[in-house]
């Protein structure tokens, strides 16, 4: 007889709004080439991911997409 495979607990679904960590989003959601959007400078599989996202992650996210949006910036001047 072979036993039951273990039972993994499920994953945590984490909820969008966080106190520690703040959505990025501004509610201007447009992407660009790259799939990076122009509001937040998330890129899809970031904004994808934010929702099952600890807080140590959406940190993370939040530091990319200010080198991203700090790179666009400096492009511009």
């Known amino acids: 007889m072979t036993e039951p ?6 994953k945590p679904l984490y909820s969008n709004v966080s106190p ?4 990025p ?4 959601c447009r992407l660009d080439e790259q799939k990076v959007c122009r509001g ?7 904004i ?4 099952s996202a600890d807080d140590q992650r959406r940190r993370v ?3 990319q997409a200010l080198l991203r949006k700090q ?5 511009g001047l």
Do not use: Q
């Open 25 to 28: 989003c501004i509610s201007l």
């Open 20 to 23: 520690a960590v703040s959505s």
């Open 48 to 51: 994808r991911e934010w929702r």
């Open 61 to 63: 996210i939040c530091a």
């Open 71 to 75: 790179s666009v910036a400096a492009e």
């Open 40 to 46: 937040c400078f998330r890129h899809v599989e970031d």
């Open 5 to 10: 495979a273990a039972v993994r607990p499920p």
